[in-house]
């Protein structure tokens, strides 16, 4: 017996889910995405991994620079994240209008971010219309330890389920 796309789509969409925005660098190339498929893999070392579609600048990046940053972001902020679901603009100091740095990796790390993770990417695997990215944190900060991390709770985004044709 098939699944309902509908009935798949409306328990997935009730996975509690954190909210990032997800940093990447190829050369001078740089971009961020907002993610919700983020989890701790592994304690030691400690792994990260994140599913990015495979048709995604992001991915592109990932792929050909090896790191990624992951952001969290203050839940009383989440407007950034609508900015952030497509190609990111990059002026050179910021991306959509959000201040920027390099991590140790290169890939960028947002001023305005409660923590971030640098992660040097050790493994792949392809999925589907996904890959998993996991990589090993090289770096991390925090920077505002008493606010509250976004979650896909505190939007009205859906990501998730079965693909939308």
Not at 11 to 35: C, D, H, Q, Y
Not at 91 to 99: E, I, S
């Amino acid at each position: 017996m098939a699944l309902d796309d509908e009935l798949v789509n409306k328990i997935t969409w009730k996975i509690p889910n954190a909210l990032a925005l997800v940093g990447s660098r190829a050369g001078a190339e740089r971009n961020a995405m907002t993610t919700s498929w983020i989890t701790q893999l592994s304690m030691e070392p400690v792994l990260i991994g994140i599913g990015v579609d495979n048709t995604s600048v992001t991915h592109r990046l990932i792929s050909q620079g090896g790191s990624f940053t992951v952001n969290l972001w203050d839940a009383d902020d989440t407007r950034v994240f609508v900015k952030f679901s497509k190609p990111a603009a990059d002026d050179g100091v910021t991306l959509n209008g959000r201040a920027v740095r390099s991590a140790s990796s290169g890939a960028p790390v947002f001023e305005e971010a409660l923590a971030w993770m640098d992660c040097a990417v050790r493994h792949s695997l392809d999925l589907g219309t996904h890959t998993l990215f996991v990589g090993e944190v090289i770096d991390a900060s925090i920077n505002r330890d008493d606010a509250r991390p976004a979650s896909m709770a505190d939007t009205r985004m859906k990501y998730g389920g079965v693909k939308r044709h």
